[in-house]
């Protein structure tokens, strides 16, 4: 298996530009998750996925934030408009319940820098 | 909700000695711990987990140890070596029951001189 793969890997974009961050997760995985990752607050939980279906979407920072899971293979996390402050590493991850370790994975991350 | 705190922020050591990293959870309901290991710019990686029915986990230079009563865990890494040098992240999680959803602490920043 490929893994969880994002893309892109990096992305720059204006202030105010809409901003599309993409993921498929692993074969056979039921939950999927976005964070976010900056230096000051660290790894934060923003939005995860039951079965394509969003579960807890308490993370998101803002309206400007958006995520969907059309299908099992493919999400999307999306930002509009985009501010600086958004400038950050977006990791996806995904797992399986009925795993001892639930096998989660990250995705090599997109980072995001908005100026 | 949960919360987890990491100790050290930064720890430097010198090749070949031990390193600890600390942490604890606020919620007692959490029964799955794995730690991360993140080099630079790149993904986060479970290096071992444990889960809160056991007391000690290890494998091979790293082991894990878990005290629900006190609520908190700690890595611990022997003979370390300079490609141990990354950022390590604790987490912690109420179980697939409750979504699995990883509550991260703020990462210690472990560097190894050789």
């Known amino acids: 298996d490929a893994g969880v793969i994002q893309s892109p890997r990096h992305e720059v974009t204006e202030m105010g530009q809409e901003v599309t961050l993409r993921c498929k997760p692993i074969?056979?995985?039921?939950?999927l998750f976005w964070y976010r990752q900056t230096m000051m607050r660290g790894l934060e939980l923003l939005i995860y996925?039951?079965?394509?279906?969003?579960?807890?979407d308490s993370g998101m920072p803002e309206d400007r934030f958006s995520a969907k899971m059309p299908n099992a293979s493919f999400s999307t996390l999306k930002i509009q408009p985009s501010e600086p402050r958004d400038s950050a590493v977006y990791f996806c991850a995904s797992s399986f319940r009925w795993r001892a370790d639930y096998g989660y994975t990250f995705g090599s991350g997109t980072r995001l820098t908005v100026v | 909700g949960e919360n987890v705190e990491q100790h050290p922020s930064t720890l430097s050591v010198q090749e070949g000695d031990s390193a600890v990293i600390k942490c604890t959870y606020s919620d007692s309901a959490s029964n799955y711990f794995p730690w991360y290991k993140q080099e630079l710019g790149k993904r986060p990686q479970l290096i071992i987990d444990i889960r809160s029915n056991v007391g000690e986990k290890k494998d091979q230079r790293i082991a894990v140890t878990l005290n629900k009563t006190a609520k908190h865990f700690s890595l611990h890494i022997t003979e370390t070596q300079p490609e141990d040098s990354a950022v390590y992240f604790c987490a912690a999680s109420r179980g697939m029951e409750y979504g699995n959803k990883l509550v991260f602490g703020a990462g210690t920043i472990l560097r190894v001189k050789s």
């Open positions: 996925f039951n079965n394509n279906v969003p579960i807890d």
């Open positions: 074969s056979g995985h039921d939950y």
